[in-house]
C-alpha cells in the first residue's frame, strides 16, 4: 500500500519561490504522480504531473513557471514554483496514479497525500 509524505510548503511573497516534495513510501513502480491544489470556496485544480517516462503535462495556470520533476529511483517527486503570485495561495496535495501515463484527471489518482498550505502575499 502506497503512503504519500508531503513537505515544503509555506509563506512567501510574491515572486518568491518555494519547493514541494511528495515521497510515496510503498510505491513499487513508477506510476504517474501529480500536484493538485485547491484554494478557499474554489474547486480542485490540478496543476503538474509526471508520468513513467518523465513525460509532463502542466495547466496553464502554472505552465512556465512551475516544474515537476522526479527522482532517479522514482518514488519521490517534487514541484518547484517560482514567480509564485498570491491566487497561488492554496492547500497543495500530491498524489499518486494507478496509471503510467500523465494526466490531470484526479479519478486516475486514489492515493492522496495530507496536503501542504502554500500562501503568497505582501
Known amino acids: 500500500q502506497v503512503r504519500l509524505v508531503e513537505s515544503g510548503g509555506g509563506s512567501v511573497q510574491p515572486g518568491g519561490s518555494l519547493r514541494l516534495s511528495c515521497e510515496a513510501e510503498g510505491a513499487d513502480d513508477l506510476y504517474a504522480m501529480a500536484w493538485f491544489r485547491q484554494a478557499p470556496g474554489k474547486e480542485r485544480e490540478g496543476i503538474a504531473t509526471i508520468g513513467r517516462f518523465s513525460y509532463t503535462t502542466y495547466s496553464e495556470t502554472v505552465q512556465d513557471r512551475f516544474v515537476i520533476s522526479r527522482h532517479p529511483r522514482g518514488n519521490t517527486a517534487y514541484l518547484q514554483m517560482n514567480s509564485l503570485k498570491p491566487e497561488d495561495t492554496a492547500m497543495y496535495y500530491c498524489?499518486?496514479?494507478?496509471?503510467?501515463?500523465?494526466?490531470?484527471?484526479?479519478?486516475?489518482?486514489?492515493?492522496w497525500g495530507q496536503g501542504t498550505q502554500v500562501t503568497v502575499s505582501a
Open positions: 498524489a499518486f496514479s494507478i496509471h503510467y501515463r500523465s494526466d490531470l484527471d484526479a479519478a486516475n489518482y486514489p492515493v
